[in-house]
């Protein structure tokens, strides 16, 4: 009976799982770094939960299933809608600022393709409860340091910032109704992603003026804020939101990052949950999806029944990261090591078997990592399972154990060897 | 909308976070000790893996679903189908001894009681093509390495030891057909969970002779090797189980947990999978259900369309764990700290606010976790941030910063200070 795995899933043999933890370490630290504490869902939700935040559409990207009671049930596609449901249980005892992260596992029923898979692993990081735009630069700032402690230089990758609440006056004075902005959002979003006549036709189809249409294309390709002005007239809304995005970029380049980043109108992100600042960090070439993208967002918690409180945060998944560090020289497989140990023990011939079991297992109590041979074997060949096995030192069971009571202890890289009492090695 | 969580699943708001990571990050710990290399596989496979493994009762037990494209998909409730179908899908390449542990995340549609809940996390070790009940002991050895490091002893837990080769050979030697087996072993497995009568009762209806199943009782309560010759006649097959049994003992010992384990023929283990020794570790009290279980497996390669190879392994639940350790006093939540920061950096008024942010963020790219408030506040209320924050220093812009470019250095735990110039501690 031969079953393979599910196809857009991956088998994390050591190698691949050493890249995996490779990637979530680093988030982990990044996260920590920047005063970040860690939280955790369930894999499956009630399906319901998905729905609150991205409408009927989402059921079908969804695995989802019906357990025993009868209730429909996903297994998470996301894990902010589990954020806003946590927060606000405890929304009256979480001490403020509530600064998050998490690691999940999420699974999403796509087709496989290039950076997407069907079950994959992202960081997640949101400040709840500060609506000054710092907390858009905390947030964008803890993204771009993991990015940086990599070597991914400002040569390599972009972080593409605008704002949507500009983006809403902006395209209100030019005549589109605030109810209309939520169907817009999605075309805009899409333009990097498919042909400039196609874009225009969409935009065609849902604004009846050409001339409107014309502006929009125009304002989609503004890379500095102060051209907008040039564009359409400002009204207030639009200048205020202007001087936020100027007090983030001037947060950034406090932070040490200003160099990453880069006023791009073009930002939008699809869904109609941002309401403030937006981001997505690309590669510079802009040959792959997003590495992670992210912003402002005021109405999920009380979309989910709780308080109207504003919030910001960000998603980065493993897929795309691990193919761009790739391309970019950064991961190779045979620099991260499957396994280290501090010690393996050698034994010269049967007879001392017992003896390195014992200093095996006393070595490991004393907390370090220690292995031995299962099978009696020639000691070269016991040098050289040490060596696969990333050891350190060697510690060989051999005459001077039986004849003094010392036991050899070898450096595996310089090759240096000393003769120690066993007692005190093993004190 | 007020959306609960789904019964049976856990929040893991940072407190209970700060528990899983302390009980995962251990069990990682003590696998890494003993010379073990971390795997995974996929959150959900073909649900026939699991039928493969444990028959077609299974299925109402899972989390099962069809995905898009009609297939029977199913989430995990085990690692070892994976880890058997990985395995055979590399066999030629790996290395042997295979060593491997993993960390799921598994899930079961059960009813939730104590101990038991729908979704945990479970430590799997596995030795791989070791015919030596020498693996059965580095797997015994590591999980009792690991309870040990917890503070648990003897006195609080044991592992119950016994060896299906042994059972198999005595049943057979009082008259049981080999075929017969497999419908007994989950009859003697309830023994510890149901009334004597229950499991006499039981018995009777698979055993025509009531003389057999009297013996079979006395048997069960066997808690030395050498009792069994009392009981029943033993011929070689049951000498040679015998042997191998005690073999095991004698490296328990010799690895310095002999204290921990016992011999019980009570153990047996409800799958038909089990083939060699097989073992529990339960708490001392026994009112717990097992903490953890596991033995030697020689079939669920071929199982998987594989080659005939011997395993080993065992799997510990976090649920049964968690609560031992509570009722030891061995885990307070007050004594896990869900966040450490190095420094936090205050500031004494707004016009600083700048160089605080250039402060923090100079010291995260050193590497240091490091925050700030996001509000202007008075010192002594982010002293007190500082402090509920778990800083170990406060960096301290005030007055000394404008006039002498100092900052003061103040560490939390004696309350010293000192100051320093901005340009040293940024160095």
Redesign the interface.
Known sequence: ??????KG??????PQ??V??FIVDGWKAAS????F??????????L??YQ?KSGDEIV?QL???E??GG?R?A?RPEITP?LA??V???ISSL?R?I??FSVP?L?R?ERPQKGRLR?FFQWNIDVIG?E?V??DA?VI?CCL?YL?SLRLTSADITARISSRRLLAAVLMNIGIAEERLASIYPILDKKPKIPAEAFEEMLNKEIDSAATVQTIIRLMNVHAVEEIGRIVELNDAARQAMQEVSRLFA?LT????GEYCRFDMGIVRGLAYYTGIVFEVHDAVGELRAICGGGRYDNLLS???GPHMTATGMGMGDCVLEILLREKGLLKDDTLP??R?DYFVAYADAGLF?RA??V???L??K?????FS??PAALGKQLKQAD??GAAKCIIAGQELTAEGKLVVRDMSSGTQESIPAAQLLK
Request: with cysteine; glycine share 6%; aromatic share 14%.
């Open positions: 009976m031969k079953i393979q795995a599910v899933t991956r088998d994390f043999y050591p799982m050493a995996r933890n920590k770094r920047c005063g504490v860690q939280y955790d869902g369930p894999i499956f939700e009630y319901q939960m609150v079908e695995f989802n299933f357990d025993r209730r049930l297994i589990t449901r946590m606000n249980q405890q001490p600022p600064k998050w596992r699974c029923a079950e500060v000054d710092l907390a905390e700032y340091d940086r947060l406090l932070m040490g990052v979309d989910f029944g499957i396994q140990l017992d079991v014992q095996t297992a006393a490991r109590e907390g370090f990592s220690c292995d299962y099978k696969a096995l």
